[in-house]
Nanobody, 125 residues
Framework: VQLQASGGGLVQAGGSLRLSCSAS????????VGWFRQAPGKDREFVTA????????YYADSVKGRFAITKDKAKNTVYLQTNSLKPEDTAVYYC???????????????????WGQGTLVTVSS
């Protein structure tokens, strides 16, 4: 499975961006797709995930109500719509795919088996 993240850029606070994560290869192996981010000088953290079969989304508290994750099965693509962006959302955003995660483990980086290269989101104040 190969993942390609795109859609990052520079945006003013309060603005929006839509990130895309396109999968290729053995996509039938993918159970869920997650987005993580890493701000300068900080550890990588969980942002959101979606279970492909059910479409059920999960969100970190810091983005709940502002970000939305969706999927397009036909395009093998997962989208992350980011709204009401804040300077603290500035980070490299990575998409990752999991072959399976259990209850409560969707937020763990170790639950993901394939990673994209990351796309930079910069929010100016």
């Amino acid at each position: 499975v190969q993942l390609q993240a795109s859609g990052g850029g520079l945006v003013q606070a309060g603005g929006s961006l839509r990130l895309s994560c396109s999968a290729s290869g053995s996509t039938f192996r993918i159970y869920g797709v997650g987005w993580f981010r890493q701000a300068p000088g900080k550890d990588r953290e969980f942002v959101t995930a979606i279970t492909l079969s059910s479409g059920h989304p999960y969100y970190a508290d810091s983005v709940k109500g502002r970000f939305a994750i969706t999927k397009d099965k036909a395009k093998n693509t997962v989208y992350l719509q980011t709204n009401s962006l804040k300077p603290e959302d500035t980070a490299v955003y990575y998409c990752a795919a999991s072959r399976g995660y259990g209850m409560g483990t969707y937020a763990r980086q170790t639950s993901y088996h394939y990673w994209g290269q990351g796309t930079l989101v910069t929010v100016s104040s």
